[in-house]
Structures are given as structure tokens and as C-alpha cells.
């Protein structure tokens, strides 16, 4: 029997600022086939992201349908919600399916920045966001592929010498980035994030582009972070997903957290500046962070990054899991900008 279970009404209010704002509305299914299990294997662990909920992401009727039982946790620390499957071989005698359904209003997040940073017109945006004292000193700490020394040290000193302002500088590493690489997902070693590979290579996708981005502003002494969700393409009221895409966000004391997308400014020139302090509303967020460890069941390394499930069996990375994704536009959605589109993993 298909267990169903509605997770609350995970709701987050829409951005405060009188002016109208950008939003789209829509419904996300994202389904992951659980393979037969052989009849005497352990039980299979399963962990599968859900979408997180702030002032510019609205969650609501979100159910989590399967065969098996499961618990919804919560990342002690940065906050990512996902729900744990532990599935045993007679559960998996056949392959299952388990189906992540919910409604989403996306608002488009825009910052209204001084204008010496050349990024536009002011623009709307909720007041400052505080961070604590201890989580903007994590987000200053290099990541496994993201270290704050050597060479992306030295592309730091260079690309903000003579600039003390932090968004200044945090403009010119912006236009490094996006000058200096090129969207290009052939070959090998693109889309682990990795900064160095990425700063030699000069070419990637979007998590290469901004794990570059969130390298060079930790090194110029800048709190920044990495997130990550999936694309919806502008030019389509519905259709199947086939990838992730991620940005990132900076932090500027007394103007909170500024985002930007360095990978979709490269693909789409004409909004260079309005992805240095906004994300558009073509996108749904998931997770926070790089090299997670999501609890203490994990036995594998800590992930890169988490949008797609994970699992492990006997302690061991498992990855013949099947993903699938795909969204619906409500029908009282507003209409989206037509500068993203959707792209496997970006």
C-alpha cells in the first residue's frame, strides 16, 4: 500500500517590500525509482532532499508518497531539510517508486545596491538579513574543492587590489568570473565545483562558475555560500527537468546576503548586471552548503553537494537510483522573465 504523508504547510511569507515583485507558481514532482533489492542484502538507506522555505520560496501541500515508511530530518547545520527511507530487501523485492510532491511560489530576489558597483537601478528586496557572528566565520572556510589559498589566494589579491569597499570588490571578483570563464560542459572535470580545476580550465557549468566565485570573495575575506536546486525554463508552462542549477550569495554587513549567478549572466549578456544582486524567478531552491554530511548513519564521505538522492548500502555509496523531475506551472502563476532556460545541470 502507498503510504502518503503531508509534511505541514511549509510556508514562508512572501518578501515584505510594498513594491510589486516577480513570482511564479508552480507545482514540482520529483520521483526516485528504488531498484530490487537481492533477497539477502542489508536494508538500503536512502536520503532525498526537500525544497527549503524562506521569504522568496513559498512551500505548501508538500507529501511524500511511497511504499515504505520514512522520517523527515533537518541538517543541524545548515538548516537542509531531507527525508531518511531505510529500506529492507523484502520491501525491495521489486522496484518502488517514491514521489516528492509540492506547490511552490518562486519570488524574484533583488537587492538594491549602491550605485558604484555599476549593477543598475535600485530594486526591491526584504531589509538586511543578520547573519551570526559564527556562521558568517564558516562561510568564510574554504570547502574541499573550494580552498581559500594558493591560486585562487593570489586571484583574489589581484582582482581587488586597491579596493576597500566589499561590495566593490565583491563586484570585481563577479566580473572576473564572468569575463574570464566560459559555459562549456564538454570533456571531462566540469560540474564538481572544483575552483582551482576551474580557474586553469576557465570553462565548466554553473557549479564550476560559482564555486570559482565563492573561492576568490572567501579569500578576500567575504562570506559566501553555495546553493543549489533546479532551473525552470522560462519559455515552458510544464515539461520534464533534466538537471540541477546553483548560484551563490555574498554577505555585506547592514545589506545581509546579495545574490548572484554568474553562469546564467555568461548565457545571457544583456542581464550581466542584473545577476550581480538577483536571482530571477526561474528556479526552485533546495539545499545550502558543500561537503555535507547529513547524519550520523552516513558512512560514506560527506557529499559534494546534495539535489539528487543519495543513498548507501552495507555502508557503501549505492547508485542505482533513477531520478526524475518535472514541474507545472498554476494556472494563476505570473508571468516569468524569458531569460533562463533549462538545462541539464545548468
Known sequence: MTITLVVGA?????????????????????????????????PLRVWI???????????????????????????????????????????ASAPFDIVLHFQATRYEHRVALIANTSSGSAASGKPADPESKLMLAHWLQPDRLVP??????????????????????????????????????????WGHGDAVWACTSKRGNCT?????FIGITRASGIPARFEIGFPLPADKTAGDIPGYHCWAE?????????????????????????????????????????????????????????????AELDGKPFDKLQNHFAFRDLPTAAPASTHAQATSND
Do not use: C
Open 148 to 189: 581559500t589559498n594558493g591560486v585562487i589566494a593570489e586571484l583574489a589579491q589581484e582582482n581587488t587590489a586597491g579596493t576597500t569597499d566589499t561590495l566593490d570588490k565583491a563586484h570585481k571578483i563577479y566580473e572576473y568570473v564572468v569575463s574570464t570563464m566560459h559555459y562549456d560542459k564538454t570533456g571531462d572535470g
Open 49 to 91: 532532499p526537500l525544497p527549503d522555505h524562506d521569504a522568496y520560496q513559498k512551500i505548501s501541500d508538500l507529501s511524500i508518497e511511497a511504499p515504505v515508511a520514512h522520517t523527515v530530518e533537518q541538517h543541524a547545520e545548515y538548516g537542509n531539510e531531507f527525508a531518511v527511507f531505510v529500506v529492507n530487501a523484502q520491501q
Open 250 to 310: 555574498f554577505y555585506v554587513e547592514g545589506r545581509g546576503w546579495i545574490p548572484v549567478d554568474a553562469s546564467e549572466a555568461w548565457k545571457h549578456p544583456d542581464k550581466r548586471e542584473y545577476f550581480f544582486g538577483a536571482q530571477d524567478v526561474n528556479r526552485i531552491q533546495f539545499t545550502t552548503g558543500r561537503d555535507l554530511r547529513l547524519d550520523t548513519a552516513q558512512k560514506g564521505d560527506p557529499l559534494n553537494y546534495f539535489i539528487y538522492p543519495y
Open 208 to 212: 564550476d562558475f560559482h564555486s570559482l
Open 10 to 42: 511549509l510556508v514562508a511569507a512572501a518578501p515584505s517590500d510594498p513594491t510589486p515583485v516577480a513570482s511564479r507558481s508552480f507545482e514540482f514532482t520529483y520521483t526516485v525509482t528504488v531498484p530490487a533489492l537481492p533477497a539477502a542484502s542489508s
